[in-house]
């Protein structure tokens, strides 16, 4: 079983940049697709951007394309989310998630490890 941990997460003013960061502990996860979501609060969990297990694919929710890019290192069994331009709308939970599917995903059934969450909170 593998155990994600996210972190990175904070306080910021819109127009600003953050980096969030989960370390994947038990196994590697090097050959996964992995995945962002986020939910803000009374809002139903929703996916932002995902990447192929060799990391050479990558896709976004339309509403983070261009400002946020997903990246990993699989010598260090990470995953990373990079936030350009934040807008208050940003502001949610985000969580990093393993698939178990071997295609390409957004769908969080397809996600069986999840970590406990980081609070990103941008302020207008």
């Known amino acids: 079983q593998v155990q994600l941990v996210e972190s990175g997460g904070g306080l910021v003013q819109a127009g600003d940049s953050l980096r969030l960061s989960c370390a994947a502990s038990?196994?590697?996860?090097?050959?996964?697709?992995m995945g962002w979501f986020r939910q803000a609060p009374k809002k139903e969990r929703e996916f932002v951007a995902g990447?192929?297990?060799?990391?050479?694919?990558?896709y976004y929710a339309d509403s983070v394309k261009g400002r946020f890019t997903i990246s990993r290192d699989n010598v260090k069994n990470t995953l990373y989310l990079q936030m350009n331009t934040l807008k208050p709308e940003d502001t949610a939970v985000y969580y990093c998630?393993?698939?178990?599917?071997?295609?390409?995903?957004?769908?969080?059934?397809?996600?069986?490890?999840w970590g406990q969450g980081t609070q990103v909170t941008v302020s207008s």
């Open positions: 998630a393993k698939s178990y599917k071997t295609v390409l995903t957004a769908r969080l059934d397809d996600f069986d490890s």
């Open positions: 038990g196994r590697t996860v090097s050959s996964d697709v």
């Open positions: 990447i192929s297990g060799i990391g050479r694919i990558t």
